[in-house]
Nanobody, 115 residues
Framework: QVELVESGGGLVQAGGSLKLACSAS????????MGWYREAPGRQRELVAT???????NYSDSVKGRFTISRTTNWRTIFLQMNSLKPEDTGVYYC?????????WGQGTQVTVSL
């Protein structure tokens, strides 16, 4: 079981930046996919960004051009650099790991963007 630990959430004003980090508890395959999802009050959890290996990246349309996902060379840690934050980016951000049939979720980190 891969355990995930997130950090970096907080409160920021609109237009500001935050950087989230997520680390896996053990070595993971370079073919695995790690990513970020978010859940806002009253809304379903939605994809924010994912990375497979180091270079295959996928972003939701709502964050393209503002958020950047990256991964360390040992594939165990991912980052989400969030710039030009908007109030609608507010939510709990969850880290996700997937490899074949195995999937893990982190505990979530709160991101709040104020006007």
């Amino acid at each position: 079981q891969v355990e995930l630990v997130e950090s970096g959430g907080g409160l920021v004003q609109a237009g500001g930046s935050l950087k989230l980090a997520c680390s896996a508890s053990q070595g993971v395959s370079s073919l695995s996919t790690m990513g970020w999802y978010r859940e806002a009050p009253g809304r379903q959890r939605e994809l924010v960004a994912t990375v497979t290996g180091h270079t295959t990246k996928n972003y939701s349309d709502s964050v393209k051009g503002r958020f950047t996902i990256s991964r360390t060379t040992n594939w165990r840690t991912i980052f989400l650099q969030m710039n030009s934050l908007k109030p609608e980016d507010t939510g709990v951000y969850y880290c996700n790991y997937r490899r074949n049939t195995h999937e893990s979720w982190g505990q979530g980190t709160q991101v709040t963007v104020s006007l």
